[in-house]
């Protein structure tokens, strides 16, 4: 997919009532600062100081257009960071850039540094000769989720479910409430009808099987060794092999390829979101004559 085109799938109501939310957090008052500043016409370079993936570029350019400025960018979205790199241009009033300057230098470092990891988990699964779906989770920042999910694309990986009515997930607490698994997955399958599919998370092979007897789409093997997971897929894929599988918990970049296998369809990492650093950018003002490059401290 093109990462360029991705902005597409941004809705433009949300992300204003986002990028307002966003401000207002920052400053929803007085702003003393921009009586220092002004508001004479004024240019900054966003740098990016570490190496990664570039995603985010609609937040960025969303945050400046509320505050009439205007960015012009130099690198396409999903570009590859290579430090100390010139990235765009923002231009406009001096107190409006140094409004967005946090907000839209915080959004666009969470955004890259989860396309960087996602790029990473995608990069590690084909290196391991695996085609499936590598995936994120539920697990995000809340108020940031459409951020997170539109990094995570960026890097190629997929978004999962972007909330509860994107997929009827059915997890152990369901099955304890419901009564079961049988139960879980009957009441589950109803309430989807024929648009939604039926995810079930399963902790053994006979919960697995039981499931998907009872009309699952999906079983989530979950915080399964790899020395469990593989042959357990195995097995039901040979009673039901229209059934897919997934994979999650405890996954990381280093060891992601030991759950890569022929029975595994999808491989979900909560860590693409929760723990992906942010990449280092800055944004400096300039005279027009001349923009100096930022030093990069290394830790």
């Given at each position: 997919?093109?990462?360029e ?10 992300l204003a ?9 920052d400053c ?6 921009a ?5 004479g ?48 241009e923002?231009?406009?009033p001096a ?19 989860i396309?960087?990891?996602a ?30 999910k ?29 009564g ?6 009957r ?8 648009a ?40 039901l ?21 030991q ?6 369809d ?8 929760q723990?992906?650093?942010?990449l280092?950018?800055?944004l400096?003002?300039?005279?027009k004559?001349?923009a ?8």
């Open positions: 997919m093109d990462a085109g991705l902005a597409l799938l941004l809705p433009p109501v949300t009532a986002l990028v307002d939310s966003w401000l207002r957090e929803p008052g007085l702003n003393y600062a009586l220092v500043s002004g508001a016409p004024s240019q900054a370079v966003l740098w990016a100081k570490s190496p990664g993936v570039l995603a985010g570029r609609p937040f960025f350019d969303a945050i400046f257009t509320q505050l009439n400025c205007q960015v012009s960018w130099f690198l396409p979205e999903g570009s590859k960071l290579v430090p100390v790199a010139r990235v765009a923002v231009r406009g107190h409006s850039l140094l409004l967005g300057e946090r907000v839209a230098l915080n959004t666009l470092a969470r955004c890259s540094g396309a960087s990891a790029a990473a988990a995608v990069e590690a699964a084909r290196g391991a000769g695996w085609t499936g779906h590598v995936a994120g989770t539920r697990k995000t920042t809340p108020g940031f989720r459409l951020v997170e539109y990094g995570l694309l960026v890097g190629g990986a997929a978004s999962h479910r972007y909330d509860l009515g994107g997929l009827v997930m059915v997890k152990d607490n369901h099955v304890v409430a419901a079961g698994v049988e139960k879980a997955v009441a589950a399958r109803q309430a989807a009808d024929f939604l599919k039926v995810e079930v998370e399963c902790s053994s092979l006979q919960e697995a099987v039981q499931a998907a007897e009872a009309g699952a789409d999906l079983v989530l093997l979950d915080n399964f060794k790899p020395k469990e997971l593989h042959p357990t897929a195995a097995a894929k040979a009673q039901f092999p229209s059934v897919a599988v997934e994979a999650s918990g405890g996954i990381t970049l280093d060891n992601l390829p759950f890569c296998g022929p029975h595994i999808v491989i979900s990492m909560g860590m693409l979101t723990a992906a650093p942010a280092d950018f800055s400096k003002l300039f005279a004559e001349a100096p490059v930022p030093k990069i401290h290394w830790s």
